[in-house]
């Protein structure tokens, strides 16, 4: 309640208008995002159970407007029965242009414009005045949960002044979000160097190290288990009696720590080819070549016999160690990312390279062009969503023939296919996974988890390809720095996908219990590849049926 008298306070629906300090206060769905300049009331969502699974997580928005600026602003969750909450802010960044071939009807609103994305750990916090503000609460239901409904209410203080108390409801279903199956990865960079931009590491190992082990909590609770390995930068080498020997003491630490996190399921091996500068510069190998009887570190043509011959000496040294270490099961291999061009008959060779040092590891790459064009050279197909439409069949017989098929999204598609900017509404983000299921995929990679710029919190679309790319907002990084806490901040986009997995292992719950419905509930949110619900409204309701037949 506001510390006033009763007629001070004023109750519409789930609307609380506080006459001292006047705050507005409503719950709005947190699939739809809340905008600075919306007004009180915009988008309030009518007061209903918030359903979650066990062992899953479901997300809570309140917007929150004041008509002066608030100094220290707190939020606090009251909720029994075991529910664990996180109380964060929902930070605004700028975005400069749509995505390029992007109807309008497929943005939430136009660049340029601030749109909500980061979330902040905050006990307290400053509100402007004059502006609305989302707060961001995400309930967690452990697996041994009981089922039915808890009575919770978010408590919202302008210091220790209390203004406005709102109640709600969660329904913990009898469903189960099961063991993780799909497989999951957002590529992270961890280059000492480049994380000394965003933290204080001060030439600290240790520092390293911690950052390190923050980040992978953060992205092993948003239920990533596939971890790209720089396996080649994170391997120590000497010459010995004019051969390299190997340390990987260093590739051992980097992976325990992903592996605490449950991170790791799959340990995704670094490219064994890399370019010049851009996406169409020629081809390089990484490779380390003795030279004056010391180890450096090179990139040399692929044609170069010293690449072949670091391939040679390199891989069968990890297939050994990572066996040693009962890894191997674990591991797959990439070879070069999106070949084109003149490049598949290189990707061809190294192939082989990989097939007879590391008998048995599978191969994986994204696939820029036609599904069937490396043939069976790549055991596990990523191909990119917008660019399969017709190759389905060429999909198909790869599965059948014992390969994998994932997909992956990069600057594109744009368009009417689902995809995760900034600029689109969350449902698109939530749906990639339900769009795993839908189609038979049984993984999703994206490349940018934390590929900032200088400073992310100002600039959501940089520049790559040699300058001359200007990326989709939000296409480099679905996560923010967090220097203070030595860790990332999530985003509203990171939460959707989470909750989108669990759609995903539910949905393969429910097709086990009544395979028909649950085909019938991913074709009704994904009738087509361009063409899914649009509604949060009408995906809340698609939603509960599939709890109830998870169930």
Same mark, same amino acid.
């Given at each position: ?75 606090? &969750?009251? @909720?029994?029965?075991? *529910?664990?909450? +996180?109380?964060? %802010?929902?930070?605004?960044?700028? /975005?400069?242009? #749509? ?103 001060d030439g600290s190992p240790d520092r390293y190290w911690e950052v390190l ?12 288990? &596939?971890? @790209?390995?720089?396996? *080649?930068?994170? +391997?120590?080498? %000497?010459?010995?009696?004019?051969? /390299?020997?190997? #340390? ?69 040294a990890l297939y050994a160690h990572l066996k040693e270490k009962g890894r ?58 917008? %660019? ?112 989108g997995i669990e759609d995903y292992e539910l949905l393969r719950a429910a ?41």
């Amino acid at each position: 309640m506001c510390p006033v008298r009763l007629a001070g306070l004023l109750l519409l629906g789930s609307l609380l208008v506080c006459a001292a300090p006047k705050i507005a206060v409503w719950q709005v769905d947190s699939l739809i995002k809340v905008f600075p300049d919306d007004n009180a009331g915009t988008n309030q969502a009518s007061r209903q159970p918030w359903a979650v699974p066990r062992n899953g997580h479901a997300s809570l928005q309140f917007a929150v407007r004041p008509a002066d600026a608030v100094e220290n602003f707190q939020v606090t &969750v009251e @909720l029994r029965g075991g *529910l664990k909450t +996180t109380v964060r %802010r929902v930070g605004y960044v700028p /975005v400069r242009s #749509d995505p390029p071939k992007s109807p309008a009807d497929e943005l939430i609103r136009s660049a340029p414009g601030r749109f909500p994305d980061p979330l902040f750990e905050e006990t307290s916090f400053r509100l402007p005045g004059k502006e609305t503000t989302a707060v961001w609460i995400t309930v967690f239901a452990p697996a041994g949960t009981q089922s039915g409904a808890y009575s919770g209410r978010a408590v919202f203080k302008a210091g220790k002044q209390k203004v406005a108390t709102l109640p709600f409801e969660i329904r913990v279903a009898k469903a189960t979000v099961p063991e993780q199956t799909l497989r999951v990865t957002n590529w992270f960079t961890f280059d000492e160097e480049r994380l000394g931009r965003y933290y204080d590491l001060d030439g600290s190992p240790d520092r390293y190290w911690e950052v390190l082990r923050n980040i992978a909590r953060v992205i092993g609770e948003h239920r990533q288990n &596939v971890i @790209l390995t720089p396996v *080649l930068d994170l +391997t120590a080498a %000497r010459a010995t009696g004019g051969s /390299v020997s190997y #340390d990987f003491s260093r590739l051992d630490r980097f992976i325990e720590i992903f592996e605490k996190a449950g991170a790791a399921g799959v340990i995704e091996g670094g490219h064994l080819l890399s370019r010049a500068s851009g996406y169409n510069s020629p081809l390089t190998v990484p490779a380390f070549i003795i030279e004056g009887g010391e180890v450096k570190r090179a990139a040399l043509d692929p044609g170069d016999p010293r690449a072949e011959a670091h391939v040679n000496s390199f891989l069968p040294a990890l297939y050994a160690h990572l066996k040693e270490k009962g890894r191997l099961d674990r591991y797959v291999q990439h070879v070069l990312d999106e070949a084109h061009g003149a490049e598949p008959p290189v990707y061809m060779r190294y192939v082989e390279l990989v097939r007879k040092t590391m008998p048995g590891v599978k191969t994986i790459d994204a696939i820029d062009q036609t599904a069937g064009l490396l043939g069976e050279a790549c055991d596990i197909w990523v191909p990119q969503l917008g %660019r399969f439409d017709d190759a389905f069949d060429a999909i198909r017989r790869h599965v059948e023939k014992g390969g994998q098929a994932w997909y992956y999204t990069c600057l594109y598609p744009q368009g009417r296919h689902l995809n995760r900017f900034i600029q689109q509404p969350l449902v698109k983000a939530r749906l990639l996974h339900w769009f795993n299921f839908r189609y038979g995929f049984t993984g999703f990679l994206h490349w940018g988890g934390n590929y900032w710029p200088e400073d992310p919190y100002a600039d959501t679309q940089p520049i790559i390809n040699a300058g001359h790319d200007l990326l989709p907002a939000g296409d480099a990084f679905v996560t923010y720095p967090w220097k203070e806490g030595k860790s990332i901040h999530s985003s509203i986009r990171f939460e959707a996908m989470m909750e989108g997995i669990e759609d995903y292992e539910l949905l393969r719950a429910a097709a086990v219990r009544n395979e028909e419905k649950a085909g019938q509930l991913a074709r009704s949110a994904i009738p087509g590849l361009t063409s899914y619900v649009r509604d949060a409204a009408a995906f809340r309701k698609l939603q509960a049926e599939l709890l109830a037949t998870a169930e």
